[in-house]
Structures are given as structure tokens and as C-alpha cells.
């Protein structure tokens, strides 16, 4: 037995071993029996790594232990001709694949090796034997050969400058806490209370109490950390920063992904289990950025969000066709798709040999409600990490306030238009505008298909038009009293920026229109014969006698 057994080691603890193992024997020694062991990818590669920093030599390189791009760049590191055949042999007689054995070639023939052509092949004809051949048929290679190496089998190969994990340790759910003039953005205060809400139920579930994390980003944000506590955080993590007042791309993103990833004594683990994202502008920018940083993936835009097992049958996530692996504790991330007529749930799942964490999502502003704030305990943290001078080549050196546009939240009614209007699209606007009018408290909204059409508008009534008005996931989210949809067909896109409102009167000439599904009353009929009718009968105090006959 070797003095360390790496089958008693994560990949991370035993990297962190390997630094008291000073020789080569010794290291030779565990290299081969985590080979007969877990033969774990990234073990080797990080014993073999020590090797080389001791001086000593390793055994012939394994090419099965390698993707295509890392062989390519570890034989370039080996100048004996006589190893590079053993690798080409052992590539032969293991995975055999085409683009490895002429990686290793090219080497052989740089240090100049021979290179022997395996049984049955052809040297190649010098352009005078290929002459006299006369006209045989040109052979191209089948970019979908068997002994191709699968290109999804190595989705970062290009991403040298990231660490993969494996058998990493993962607890807690991290919620990115947006701000705005010194005060939380709702959508953060909305994620705290879906994450406390998920986390209760996480522990009651698997029996393991794990913590709801908000971390926080700017100037002056240690009350605002101490505010996330009565919001639902367990821990708040901040850093306080001036140059950091406004949002910066690369800092922003560094300092994040080193919270998550960096040690600290509140915490024993690797990386969190899962992380929220507000989907925002920034919010957006900052999620992806971030879950690229830590090698990971994000589901974008999501309006619900739940914990549960997952079975799961594709090989290249159970490392066994045919066979079902059961994935725990995995964040199921909805979001509207397909323009909006459907829901797809995204699932981040580890691989057989790599991790995919933390599990992320930007999660739609108004998706969940505020919660109520409640006296709590919790731990707040500065963190103290280094900030690299480069981080701040681009920089903000004058800003201004724009006006904060049309806020249609709020109000105790809200019209709203879709594309139903296009038969004469200014007439559909003012039909839209006298019936917002007739209420004592309403607003104006549209569509995204209005915003994005190329209608022909009055410059009177274009400012109606504008995307400042759209209502949507992509939009503004509205709860009122009485939500009237007009021209709507009821894309999911639409759908949860209005679905919450106590009333629903949708008008469309389709009966088999979508938002007849979620409307309390459904008229089919013409906007432009019912609009008017609705107005009349809103100024003379008579709704229900407009309504009647119109249809459910």
C-alpha cells in the first residue's frame, strides 16, 4: 500500500496531501493505485503534476487518461522517441482514436521517431506514385468515425484556465443581492424569501439543516447585509468597496466568484450547492459571468423554482448506457420557452467524472413575493479578499440619471394590448387610452409584439408603444384589481407578468385563444366593437351588462 490512499480522498483533499509527499516513489506509487482504483481523471492529472514538481519521472504517459487537446499538449513535454511509441501502442490497443494517434505522431516526428504504420495501413504515395495512379478515388475522413473522439465527452477543453471539481463539497444556497441608491432591489428581497422558503423545506426533506447565504457587492453595504438577515439570510457575506459604488463588469464578477469559491471559517465546503441571480440587466450579465467562472451552468430567467430528486437515463450524465441514476437535491429551474407557449425546466447535473456546481438561476423580478421582514439572527462577514488593480482598467468617470419611465404597478386596473390591434393600430391604442380613462385608477400596457412590430403609429400616440409599457417576462409585472387583456393571445411570456391579478377579462376573436385558460371572463369578439362597448358601460357604472353575451 502506498503511505497515502487516494481512494480515502476527495480530488481536493488529495491535491492538498500531495504537498507533504516529497518523493517520487512514493508519489509514483499512489499515481498507480488510484489507477486501480477510482481511476479518477483529475487525480492523476494532479499526482502527475506533483511528480513533476519533485523531479521525478513519471511512468509512460496514459493516453487514456487524457481528451485529445490535454494529449496533445502533454507529449510535447517528452522528448524520448522510444516513450512516444509506447504511448502511440497504448493508444492503439485502448480508446484508438484517430485524431490522438496523429497528435502523438506529429510529435514523433518532431523529435524525430519513426512512427511505425499500424497493420494494414499505407504509407502515403509522393506526389509522382500519385500521378501514375491515375484516377482512384480521393478518400475523405467521416468527421462522424467511430474512433473520433466525441466532442461532448470534453465540453471545457478549451477552458484551461479552469480547475474542474470532482467529489466536491457543496452546502448552502447563495442568493446575489442586486442594489440600487444605497436600497435592496425587491427582486433580491424576493429571492431571500423563496430561498428561506426552499431551504426550510430542503431540511425537512433530507434531514440536513443547510443556510440561505446573501452575498452583496458596492459602498456601504453592512446594513444592507444585516437588513438580508430579516428578509430570510442566515449568513450575509458584503463587500465594502467605493470604486465598486456602480457596477463593474470584472470586478464585480471576480469578487463574486472568489467569495463563492474562496475559504472561510464560517464554512466547509467547497462551493454552494446552489446560487439565485436577479434577472436583471446587470443581474443577467453578472449570473453568467460568474457560473462561467466557476464551470458551471445557468438556467436564465426562471419563474419557479423547487428541490426534488431526479432520474436520469443519458449516459453521458449516468457513465452507463442503459442504466438510471438517480441525481439528489437537484434544483428544478422553470422558465418560459419556446416564444412564450411553454415551460421547459432546466436541470444542472454533474457528470460521471466532474462536477457542475453551483446549480444556478436568474430568477425573474415579481416571479415571488416580497416577504415580510422578521427579527432574526444571523452572521454577517466583510469580506476581506485582495482586489487586483487590473480588475479596475475600465472605469466609470461621470454618470447621469435618467427618468425612471412608466411604472404600471400599482394601480388598481391596467388595460393592456396585444397584436389584435393591428388592423389599425393607432385606433387600437386610443380604444386602449379611453378605457384607461374611464377608471378612476388605470394604466396603459402592451404587449412585447407591440413593442417589436413595425407598426405604423401617430406620433400622438407612439410614446404608448414604447417598451417602458410591456408587460411580460421581459417586462413589467403587474397584480391588479382588474387586468384586461385585449388583442392577447397569452404567450407564457406574457402570462407571468399578469397572472396574479384578482381578475382577468381577456377579449380575442380566437376561442381557442391561450388566455382563455387563466381569464375569469373570456368575450370573443373584436376589440375595436368591444373596447368601446366596455367604456360605455365602465362610465355609466354597468361592467357586468357589457360583459353579458360577450361569451364565458
Known sequence: MPELDPSDHTVRELKDALEDVDSANALQNILEAERDGKDRKTAKQAIER?????????SVLAPEDHTVNELEDAVQDIDSASDLEDILKAERDGKDRKTAKEAIERRLDEVGGGGEAEDGDEPEPDDADAEDGGAEEEEFDDPLEDDEEDPLDRPTDDKQYIS??????????????????????????EMLGKARELMDQYEEDYGDEERVVAVLVGDGME??????IMYGADVAVYLNEPRLERFLHRPYTEVVANMMRADAEWREYDEPRYVLFPATNNGRDLSAMVQAELDSGLASDCSDLYIEPHEETNPMKTGVRGETKTFERTLHMKRPDFSGFEYSTILCLDNPDRDFHPQGASVIPGTFPVPEQKEREGIVVEYDGDLEDSWFDVEIVEHDSIDEGVDLT??????ALGRGIGDSPTE???????LRDAFDDAALGVTRGIV??????DAS?????REERQIGETGQVVEPELYIAAGISGAIQHKVGMDESETIVAVNTDPDARIRDFSDYFVQGDLFEVLPRLTEAVEEG???????????
Not at 461 to 465: L, N, P, Q
Not at 542 to 552: K, T
Request: charged share 35%; proline share 0%.
Open 452 to 457: 417589436t412590430a413595425s407598426y405604423d403609429f
Open 542 to 552: 354597468d361592467v357586468e351588462a357589457a360583459l353579458a353575451g360577450g361569451g364565458d
Open 50 to 58: 506533483r511528480l513533476d514538481e519533485v523531479g521525478g519521472e513519471r
Open 164 to 189: 474542474e471539481l470532482e467529489d466536491g463539497v457543496y452546502r448552502d444556497m447563495w442568493v446575489y443581492c442586486e442594489t440600487h441608491q444605497g436600497e435592496l432591489l425587491d427582486v433580491s428581497k
Open 461 to 465: 400616440i407612439e410614446e404608448y408603444t
Open 410 to 415: 400599482g394601480h388598481d386596473v391596467v388595460v
Open 223 to 228: 446594513e444592507l447585509a444585516e437588513e438580508t
Open 428 to 434: 387600437g391604442i386610443e380604444l386602449g387610452l379611453e
